[in-house]
């Protein structure tokens, strides 16, 4: 089921595993954009100090976010929220290892209910980026 919404914080209408495979060549290719718009889209600025908490470490471009790996490294991401649901996303530096991970945010019912999920999220999508299971 995809989320239809009036406000596309994802920016993107698709299914994960869509995404997933198709942004790797977005993100880390350059093979959708010329190289001189990838690179306009990665030049980043430190998030501002409200978002610090949920993003910590995280820099800002033009649509793509960069953050530290706990495994060492960094990711690229558009994470995003509406409706009733949430998707975290990220792509390694290489472009080798993509993940992304979609769930309801019916938990969303107080600011630390959303911080807790947003997260738990975000810990899946390192795990996943850095190749070994969550809770390891």
Known sequence: ML??????????MTKPARWSSSSRPVEMGGELLPPAQLADMKRTVPVSADVEP?????RYG??????PLPCGGS???HDGGDAGYITGTGVTDDGRRSAVVSMSS???DSPDHALRQQRAAD??????LCG???GR
């Open 123 to 128: 810990t899946l999508v390192q795990h996943a």
């Open 3 to 12: 989320p239809m919404c009036l406000w596309t914080a994802f920016a993107v």
């Open 54 to 58: 949920i993003w910590p470490g995280g």
């Open 106 to 108: 019916a938990l969303g």
């Open 75 to 77: 990711y690229w991401g």
């Open 62 to 67: 033009l649509g793509l976010a960069r953050r």
């Open 132 to 134: 070994r299971p969550a």
